[in-house]
């Protein structure tokens, strides 16, 4: 336990940032703020900073995307401002961030890549304040476990295979009317009790909806076609384990 925080600011003319400011301090020491309008690349060496309480990055205007593992494995991080400008969250960028509660994703995300949240299990809250972003990757919010609830943003078109396995807590996912592809096991071991597929949505891959014992109605629509894939989405529905 530590008495006191740590506030640390990067200003004005940096253009990359890494650990070197905060390597060794305390766990949850830290709050890192970058009022660094020139900001363009943090590098991926602040993963497994453990000091690391909140970051705010909201100053940074020019940081578009951030890298794969910027934030990995910084399990006492709580709390994320991010630039208001980002267009892309990388790889693992927040992977394993174990105390993460919460989190406002800026007006004009357009993508969010592989395993970005993965084993977020404190994460309850995720919001697209915007609805630019078309793509969710693969096992992006795997193992979330303490999520109920998300609502997907207005463009989205593709939600990559297992982004919401084991997600044990999700009861509720309001899907956009924009979506046309759900991945294979995107939804498996969730605690869903209904689901209203878009009129858009052609194609569901295997197992969509497997594992969720708590399911009791699909509302499938008319763009659906083959009766093959409808069953696939059903196989197993009932069933406890979940694939990884």
């Known amino acids: ?28 020491s830290v709050h890192l703020i970058i009022r660094c309008p020139n900001l ?6 602040i993963a497994t900073c453990n000091c690391l309480l ?5 100053a940074c205007s020019r940081l ?9 494995l910084c399990t ?10 980002l267009r892309e969250l990388g790889e693992m960028s927040f992977n394993g961030c174990d105390s993460l509660k919460t989190l406002n994703l800026p007006d ?31 096992h992006c919010f795997n193992q979330c476990s303490a999520l ?8 989205l078109t593709a939600i990559g295979g297992k982004a919401f396995v084991e997600c044990t807590s999700l009861e509720e996912v309001v899907f956009n009317k924009n979506l046309t592809k759900i991945g294979e096991y995107a939804f498996t071991a969730t605690s869903l009790k209904m689901v209203t597929l878009p009129d858009k949505l052609t194609d569901l891959e295997n197992g969509v909806f497997s594992h969720n ?12 076609t083959s009766i093959d894939r409808v069953a696939s989405v059903l196989h197993r529905a009932q069933e406890s384990a979940a694939p990884r």
């Open 1 to 28: 336990m530590v008495s006191g925080l740590l506030s640390l600011q990067l200003w004005d003319q940096t253009t990359s940032a890494n650990n070197q400011f905060y390597f060794g301090l305390p766990a949850g």
């Open 40 to 45: 363009v690349y943090i590098d991926k060496a």
């Open 54 to 58: 909140r970051v705010d990055l909201s």
């Open 64 to 72: 578009k995307r951030l890298p794969d593992m910027p934030f990995s």
């Open 76 to 85: 006492s991080l709580v709390d994320v401002m991010l630039p208001p400008d």
């Open 108 to 138: 004009k995300l357009e993508r969010l890549e592989n395993r970005t949240f993965t084993k977020c299990t404190s994460l309850t809250d995720v919001v697209f304040t915007g609805g630019d972003c078309t793509t969710i990757g693969h």
């Open 148 to 155: 109920r609830r998300i609502i997907l943003p207005v463009r």
């Open 213 to 224: 014992s708590s399911l009791e109605v699909i509302v499938f629509n008319d763009s659906l």
